[in-house]
């Protein structure tokens, strides 16, 4: 079968023909439908030898959805021709947050050596994916797979991060999405079906600000050091209630610090090596700061109720598998607007 792997650290991913994986007791054998390209398979790929951990080859893809395609002995909660999406972070599956369905905050997954597929596990970008236990699956119930794959990355990791602090975000409120790529874009929708808050979205070309205001962002304003004054002159001098950023850099974290207002939150979902000073006085007083991780088993069903009813719609540009390597090389030059999706 064909799969998008990362062969060398450094290197650029390839499409490379390996043999089709035979699922072991308990395991399910996807044929994969659609397979979503995140900015954190870039992460990964930009990682020196000695900070990469995973084996290699590695096939990427943490976003997937697929059609069973085979079941290990054992398995009994899906057949064969079922239409499912995959839950990404796996657990243990024994422990009191896996219990909860919080697997991406199982803390014996990586002393266990369980990692998601395309990170750590053979990824879904390849015509065949093993997912180890049914419980990491959900059925698409008539969700076009292509146009669903990246609410299991991009459509969860915003809505597990918008959830945590949907307290904060009353009418009147104002909430800032930093970042209007593939989670941005879906997390202004999010937030407009969640939450009655103004939504202010920052990028720093005016195609994506367009794009952000087409998916519901009531104001954009380009990323630069004069963003934060333009959020408080639109919040009446107080700023916002909750920073979502979604690029996580020294300079975008600064605008959050600067832009968020007392007692406010900042979310920081981006893995850009930045940091937001805590310590009295370093942000508004009250101001509290989380960096989120993925999402849980409940919100991933939740976040496809949304797309189920029309709340949530993923610009999609599609590609095929031969093409993934281009489709990386455009996510890396900040050139997809939305997501990029592969099709096996
Ligand atoms: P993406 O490339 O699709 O989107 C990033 C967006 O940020 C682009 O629109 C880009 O133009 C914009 N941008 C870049 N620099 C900017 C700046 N200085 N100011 C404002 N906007 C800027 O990436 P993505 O796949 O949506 O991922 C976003 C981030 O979230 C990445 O760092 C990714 O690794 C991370 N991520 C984290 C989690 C988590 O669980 N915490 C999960 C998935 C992705
Ligand atoms: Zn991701
Ligand atoms: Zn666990």
């Not at 990692?115 to 997912?131: D, N, R, T």
């Not at 333009?230 to 950023?245: C, K, N, P, Q, S």
């Not at 605008?255 to 370093?282: H, N």
Request: charged letters at 20%.
């Amino acid at each position: 079968m064909k799969a998008v792997q990362y062969v060398e650290v450094g290197s650029a991913p390839e499409v490379r023909e390996i043999p089709v994986p035979e699922p072991k007791p308990g395991q399910i054998r996807l044929r994969v439908l659609a397979a979503g390209l995140c900015h954190s398979d870039w992460f990964i790929m930009g990682l020196p030898a000695e900070a990469y951990s995973y084996p290699l080859p590695l096939t990427l893809g943490h976003e997937a959805v697929g059609v069973v395609d085979k079941l290990g002995e054992g398995v009994t909660e899906f057949a064969v021709g079922d239409d499912v999406a995959v839950y990404g972070p796996w657990g243990c599956g024994a422990c009191a947050e896996c219990a909860r369905g919080r697997e991406n905050y199982c803390p014996n997954a990586a002393k266990l050596g369980i990692h998601p597929p395309g990170l750590g596990s053979p990824g879904g970008m390849a015509e065949y994916l093993i997912v180890d236990n049914a419980r990491h699956l959900v059925p698409l119930q008539g969700l076009d797979p292509v146009a669903a794959v990246a609410l299991t990355d991009a459509g969860l990791t915003p809505y597990h991060a918008i959830k945590n602090v949907i307290d904060k975000l009353p009418g009147g409120s104002t909430a800032v999405v930093i970042g209007t790529g593939g989670l941005g874009h879906v997390g202004i929708q999010i937030l407009r079906a969640l939450t009655s808050a103004t939504v202010i979205a920052l990028d720093v070309t005016e195609e994506k600000l367009e794009h952000a205001r087409s998916v519901g962002a009531h104001h954009t304003v380009l990323s630069n050091s004069e963003a934060p004054a333009a959020i408080r002159e639109l919040t009446g001098g107080i700023g916002a209630d909750v920073v979502f950023d979604f690029v996580g850099a020294t300079p975008t974290l600064e605008t959050a610090r600067a832009s968020v207002r007392v007692d406010g939150a900042i979310e920081v979902v981006g893995i850009g090596g930045g940091t937001v000073p805590t310590g009295f006085g370093s942000t508004p007083f009250g101001v509290s700061v989380r960096a989120p991780y993925w999402g849980s088993r409940d919100e991933l069903m939740e976040v496809l109720g949304l797309a189920r009813t029309g709340q949530l719609s993923v610009s999609v540009e599609r590609f095929d598998i031969a093409d993934a390597p281009t489709a990386y090389a455009r996510l890396h030059e900040g050139t997809i607007v939305g997501r990029a999706v592969v099709v096996p």
